[in-house]
């Protein structure tokens, strides 16, 4: 049997010898009646029985090792059968992620293209109207019999038909806006190490004529000197989004109220930055539908329902991080961004 080392072999070996020299002395000794002899076959006899059963306690150890080694395969076997599994598992995983981002774009998409037939169908009809308009006032023109009471209609038709077509075409232009941002491409919008407390102060720069303009008072408090490997604008992009949500959702008209943005020190690699606001909140059976696409509680005011939308897909795409909401109705909202304070080279 393979499985014990050359020593034991030795030992073995040199027992048997031992034991092979004990029966000669045995039997060399010229008389084994007597007393002396009697003890000495007595002696030998115990030593055969010792040798015999250590050859067998090797034997049954041989077999032991050999049932160990088996097991060892069969464990090292189905060790490579569960790695094989996880590795599956990963795939489909993968793959589930992957059709689930082309099920959110699909979804996207079709939900652009919903959202913008609206505005685009009342512009075309608007615009249609405004043809037909000028079309009979142009042919009262022609046969010179144009009144004061028609062109006056004319001249209102088409300020009202001109400021629809307009509202319109901004709208829809605002649905393309919002829908490049978030077809944005994560890997061409640029990484780079930057300060998170400047990059926070130069975003909330940008945002402040709309703050003040609504009175509300903004707190920053974030460590000085922390820098970041990531993407400032995706960063940006989301704290925009979510001041806007403030500024349209949180509060009525009128009401200041404050927004308060909090980064503590990174810890385990991660930063987070909290954002709160002290306004309206967000209704408990709404709160679950934030994060969907075209989910608003501002439809036909404003509303694009993408703002959080677009803010998950690049705390979660692109910075690597989650996003989640806390919100209590009457007592304000509070988002938490925990990011990578240097995000991984993207696998894909
Ligand atoms: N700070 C906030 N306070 C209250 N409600 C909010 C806030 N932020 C978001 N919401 C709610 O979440 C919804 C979805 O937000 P969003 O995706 O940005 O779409 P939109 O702003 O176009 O409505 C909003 O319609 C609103 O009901
Ligand atoms: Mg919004």
Known sequence: MGGHDPAGFNLFDSEERALADAEALLASLPDTSGDTGARVAALVAAYRRNVREQRRLVRVSD???AQLAALN???????AEAEDALARLRQ????????EKLASLGALVAGIAHEINTPVGIALSCASHLADATGRIRALVAADDVGLDDFERYMDAATDTATLILANCERAATLIGSFKQVAVDRASSGRRRFDLATAIGETLASLGPNLKQAGHRVTVDCPAGIEID?????LSQVLTNLVMNSLIHAYDDGAAGTIALTVAPPEGGFMRLVYRDDGKGIAAENKGRIFDPFFTTRRGAGGSGLGLHVAYNLVTGTLRGSLAVASEEGKGTAFSVVFPVAVPEQAD
Request: a positive charge; charged letters at 20%.
């Open 63 to 65: 077999r032991q090792q």
């Open 230 to 234: 990531s993407y400032p604008g995706a």
């Open 92 to 99: 489909a995983q993968e793959i589930l992620v992957q059709s």
């Open 73 to 79: 395969q069969e464990l090292a076997r189905r060790g």
